[in-house]
């Protein structure tokens, strides 16, 4: 079966289209991330000084005590989950942690992330995760996945489209080799 011209337009404009906030929200989340804003940019930090850390087991009714008794939100999940050493409970938007200060002195520190935040922590797959085929997911890596693949085929149909640059094929080719030889050495320098 052969496929026209026509067809892969059409596949690529309603991908595209489809897509568009996937990319939109990883071109903005990662240039950003370069310049170094954080997914806690812009967060709502709040960090209380403990005297210690609970024992283990003990974490759920201690935080939910703290969080009481200094009238701070109560997260939707209560949940404890250990996270790099830490007793944490919550979600990306707001999560409550056990915690040391740099000075490594005790703390219970919350985190209530504004819009930006929660986008660059889907952006590196952070969230509520489930388990499907032994890998762990958010529902958000489901669009990510498929993004990814779909940037092969933009790419795929732009060329189909163009029948790859009819009259001018050792330009392209050209463009081609010194897009592989620079990203190639960007990231040898960049190592």
Wanted: aromatic share 12%; glycine share 8%; net charge positive.
């Amino acid at each position: 079966m052969k496929l026209h011209r026509k067809l892969w337009m059409q596949i690529h404009l309603y991908l595209s289209l489809f897509f568009l906030p996937a990319a939109l929200i990883y071109a903005i989340t990662g240039a950003l991330y370069i310049f170094e804003i954080r997914q806690n940019s812009g967060a709502n930090i709040i960090e209380i000084p403990l005297e210690n850390l609970p024992q283990k087991g003990e974490e759920q009714d201690f935080i939910l005590k703290i969080l009481k008794e200094h009238n701070l939100k109560v997260p939707s999940n209560t949940q404890v989950r250990e996270m790099k050493g830490q007793a944490t409970m919550g979600n990306i938007k707001y999560s409550v942690a056990l915690t040391k200060d740099k000075r490594n002195r005790p703390i219970l520190r919350s985190v209530d992330r504004n819009l930006y935040g929660v986008l660059m922590m889907m952006h590196k797959s952070g969230g509520s995760k489930f388990e499907l085929g032994g890998f762990k997911f958010t529902f958000f890596d489901f669009i990510a996945v498929c993004f990814g693949l779909s940037m092969i085929l933009f790419y795929l149909s732009g060329l189909i489209m163009t029948s790859f640059c009819k009259g001018k094929r050792k330009v392209s080719f050209g463009v081609l080799g010194a897009g592989f030889i620079i990203t190639t050495l960007a990231v040898y320098l960049s190592i």
